[in-house]
């Protein structure tokens, strides 16, 4: 039986029309080219101030949007400000939407600082239908910005990649805007620079949406996805796991410092990743170290706040960007695609990282069918960035056969094999997984993969 549809605020729903009759031809035409000569300096634009309610905050918890507990903790806690989230965290089932959406109005009557992040461009939104299935960023944003008009709640843009979306979105919210009786540029955003494309085309992506956005963020996980999809056919030897995948690794301090340079130019503000350790209630100053640690280093670069993925580490998170250094870098867009894309060679790759990977893949995909937008494992707080990441990485080592640490190759029997010992056939997570692995190219994002194999969140489990 199919859920019924969503049911949002009258005045959410008539925004949500009104978007799409003005924009769902302009959105079948997505993501769009980039420039023909990415990295070049396109603008001399200013970015927006800094909104009064963020000033001086260095500490935004992160929290899924249908998650009422953990919503009413966020907001009674101590943040500096907190984040709505219905992307990376978020598991879109007919009934998780809609609690997100209803939980809006109580969430938005709170003091404390309220940015909310919608769901990324390519989604649709199956439990709405506006002259065909909703497209689910602009549901997101009409229940999101309905919710409190009259003092908007901020607005992370996810996964940009092209000039042709962030124009989109600067549509988007000006026809948001006049249809919510608003001055334009009243709702205030900060871009997440999570795309390997949106890096190469920062300033370019920066320019449609310049006069309301205070700040550029990044997002490492969602990021080294995107590049393991860009150079996954160009790259004959493995990619490094994610254990290698350090910010200390250059090619991915080329990535923060070229956002945070950015941000200099154009006088914006530079918001680190996520930090998403799960201490161990018996010992949880490794954890809290850690953080403490990768925020400093952040500091260092240029960053001014950054993301808590629990309550408990919104402390060390501030802690963190107690004295930020005004450090420089001088690169130039002459060699920055090459650091960028000059990633060590991992040698024989590790059993214990492949298996790693399929566990964060399965484990991720098996939670997102339950309607569950994260997994914490060995610690850490997976979620669909890290799935994505995962499997990617997993098609990459099939597609180039990497050489394992036992002298094998990874081949897809040898795949199988390893997948088979994590999670059995029938169940549609390791139905994805296969999917995903053994594709001639790597898809784009794994819920459309599922959409088309109808294995969505909502879906019983196949035959």
Not at 99 to 124: C, G, I, N
Request: net charge negative.
């Amino acid at each position: 039986m199919n859920p019924p549809p969503l049911s949002l605020s009258p005045a959410a729903l008539a925004l949500a029309r009104q978007l799409h009759t003005r924009l769902r031809d302009r959105w079948a035409g997505l993501p769009g080219e980039p420039p023909a000569r990415a990295n070049s300096v396109l603008t001399a634009a200013r970015a927006a101030a800094i909104p009064d309610d963020l000033r001086g905050r260095r500490a935004e918890l992160i929290v899924e949007a249908s998650d009422l507990d953990m919503l009413r903790r966020a907001v009674d806690s101590d943040a500096d400000a907190v984040v709505v989230d219905f992307d990376d965290t978020f598991s879109p089932t007919r009934d998780n939407v809609q609690a997100a959406s209803d939980a809006l109005a109580w969430v938005a009557e709170s003091d404390r600082p309220l940015l909310a992040r919608t769901r990324a461009l390519y989604a649709l939104e199956p439990h709405l239908d506006f002259d065909g299935p909703a497209i689910a960023a602009l549901c997101d944003l009409s229940a999101v910005l309905a919710a409190r008009p009259e003092r908007p709640i901020h607005i992370y843009v996810p996964k940009l990649e092209t000039p042709a979306e962030a124009q989109f979105w600067h549509d988007a919210l000006l026809l948001a805007e006049e249809h919510l009786s608003l001055a334009p540029n009243t709702v205030k955003t900060c871009l997440q620079i999570e795309t390997f494309s949106g890096l190469l085309n920062i300033e370019a992506v920066f320019e449609p949406l310049a006069p309301r956005t205070y700040g550029l963020n990044a997002g490492r996980w969602d990021y080294v996805f995107s590049l393991t999809k860009h150079l996954g056919t160009r790259r004959d030897t493995p990619m490094p796991p994610r254990s290698q995948l350090t910010m200390d690794v250059d090619a991915m301090r080329a990535y923060a410092e070229t956002l945070v340079r950015v941000c200099r130019a154009h006088g914006a503000e530079a918001i680190g990743g996520t930090a998403s350790f799960a201490p161990d209630p018996q010992n949880s100053q490794p954890a809290l170290g850690a953080v403490l640690a990768d925020k400093q280093r952040e500091a260092a670069q240029g960053f001014t706040a950054a993301w808590a993925g629990l309550p408990e580490l919104l402390e060390p998170v501030r802690r963190g960007f107690d004295a930020p250094a005004q450090s420089e870098n001088k690169d130039t867009p002459a060699d920055l695609y090459h650091r960028l894309t000059d990633l060590p060679d991992p040698g024989p790759l590790r059993l214990a990282d492949v298996r790693e990977a399929l566990e964060i893949a399965l484990g991720v995909f098996a939670a997102w069918y339950r309607g569950e937008g994260v997994l914490v494992r060995a610690g850490r707080i997976e979620d669909t960035a890290t799935a994505e990441l995962a499997r990617a990485q997993l098609w990459q080592w099939v597609r180039v056969r990497a050489a394992l640490e036992d002298g094998e190759r990874l081949t897809p029997e040898r795949y199988r094999q390893e997948r088979r010992a994590v999670l059995g056939d029938d169940e549609p997570a390791s139905r994805l997984l296969d999917h995903l692995v053994e594709a001639p190219a790597c898809a784009a994002y794994f819920p459309l993969e599922a959409q088309r194999l109808h294995l969505s969140s909502d879906s019983e489990k196949p035959e």
